[in-house]
């Protein structure tokens, strides 16, 4: 039996039938519908946010004006297919809402709710043509999954930029520098002291002690609840390092559970300098500098000075001049004798 060519129905493929339109032009196609229906789409987002309970830190303006700066962004993406802008524009909605408490799954979740709202005006215009909606799903899924992706990892880069941040100066304000007479430097550490904030601690010291040309160090681990062998010895190394620099290291407020640390681990406790409390350590870090601190009342027990105690002002008066000294002669019986100078008169 010769074969009998297949026929083909009209319907399926008709005689004037065109070849799939290629996906530059069906997204250009779609973009043009996205930019038309702007406001519709724009408005049915943010409802769709709103009724999802995402970015309730925000008021209903700035996640309209958000929503507005975003959607742009995606069509000019979809357009160009160049995401640097929308990596630009992510990373700075990162940092605008990230300090007001937005979650990252609120942010996957309203990217999710822009391609669903997308989805579904595409739905409406393509419904009557199936194989044409597919066409241009195919062209679009791509293309919003690689926004989203983009929209995601921006995100979350800038969530951990920050929180790097937030770690480092929380750092260093539990570590403070504080020079308290010249030469001489206290460091009081609060917190739990693990490897890397004592690595940190050692740079910022040895920082301090050449640029400020201390002498005496006074480390307070009065706030450390407890430290580890790791730990222990990189305070050693602390100290050693410190020594080679000229500056003498005073460690005070070890708890029990510290010392039990040290002597457990066979530290070599002969190059620290111990003291109880920071008070003592202050006291010992005078001496080695020399100062001699001592109190007023001591040096200087019967010198007060008299306390005045106002009342009316008195008119100053003259004090009458002195008298002056009567000037007399006094005559005498026999030979003539004549005497004048300052004689007292009796009275």
């Given at each position: 039996m010769p074969d009998?060519p297949?026929?083909?129905p009209?319907?399926v493929?008709?005689?004037d039938?065109t070849?799939?339109a290629a996906p ?12 038309q ?9 943010a409802?769709?946010i ?5 970015l ?8 309209f004006s ?8 995606y069509?000019e993406v ?15 909605l990162s940092?605008r809402?990230?300090p ?17 709202v997308?989805a ?7 419904q009557?043509?199936?194989e044409?909606?597919n066409?241009v799903?195919d062209?679009?899924?791509?293309a919003?999954?690689?926004i ?6 921006s ?6 930029r920050?929180?790097?941040?937030q ?9 403070p ?10 460091l009081p ?7 890397q904030?004592?690595r ?7 920082s301090?002690?050449r640029?400020?040309?201390v002498?005496?160090?006074v480390i307070?681990?009065t706030g450390?609840p407890?430290?580890?062998a790791?730990v222990?010895?990189?305070l050693?190394?602390?100290?050693d ?5 000229g500056a ?6 070890v708890?029990?559970e510290?010392?039990l640390?040290?002597?457990t681990i066979n ?8 003291v ?14 020399g100062?001699e601190?001592?109190?007023v ?10 306390k ?7 008119p100053?008066?003259?004090?009458p001049?002195?008298p002056?000294p ?5 005559r005498?019986?026999?030979p ?5 100078g ?6």
């Amino acid at each position: 039996m010769p074969d009998v060519p297949r026929q083909v129905p009209s319907s399926v493929m008709p005689s004037d039938a065109t070849p799939p339109a290629a996906p530059s032009r069906l997204l250009s196609e779609l973009v043009e519908h996205l930019r038309q229906n702007r406001t519709a789409l724009r408005q049915e987002w943010a409802m769709r946010i709103k009724d999802a309970q995402l970015l309730t830190a925000m008021t209903a303006e700035e996640i309209f004006s958000e929503a507005t700066s975003v959607y742009d962004n995606y069509v000019e993406v979809l357009e160009t297919g160049a995401v640097e802008a929308l990596r630009n524009y992510a990373r700075n909605l990162s940092e605008r809402i990230i300090p007001r408490g937005v979650e990252t799954d609120e942010v996957l979740g309203i990217i999710l709710l822009l391609r669903d709202v997308l989805a579904r005006s595409l739905f409406e215009k393509y419904q009557s043509d199936f194989e044409l909606l597919n066409r241009v799903l195919d062209a679009y899924e791509p293309a919003a999954n690689r926004i989203a992706n983009t929209v995601d990892v921006s995100f979350v880069e800038e969530r951990e930029r920050i929180i790097r941040q937030q770690q480092e100066a929380i750092r260093v304000l539990s570590t403070p520098m504080l020079q308290v007479r010249e030469q001489l430097l206290i460091l009081p550490i609060i917190g739990v002291l693990d490897s890397q904030r004592a690595r940190q601690l050692t740079e910022q010291l040895l920082s301090a002690i050449r640029g400020n040309r201390v002498k005496v160090v006074v480390i307070d681990i009065t706030g450390v609840p407890t430290i580890d062998a790791t730990v222990a010895n990189h305070l050693a190394q602390t100290i050693d390092a410190s020594g080679l620099m000229g500056a003498s290291i005073i460690i005070t407020g070890v708890s029990p559970e510290i010392a039990l640390t040290l002597v457990t681990i066979n530290l070599d406790l002969s190059k620290m300098n111990i003291v109880g409390d920071l008070q003592g350590g202050i006291e010992e870090a005078e001496h080695l500098l020399g100062y001699e601190v001592r109190r007023v009342s001591d040096s200087q027990p019967n010198q007060v000075a008299p306390k005045r105690v106002p009342g009316p002002a008195v008119p100053k008066q003259d004090a009458p001049p002195p008298p002056r000294p009567a000037r007399v002669q006094v005559r005498f019986r026999g030979p003539a004798l004549r005497m004048s100078g300052p004689v007292q008169r009796r009275t």
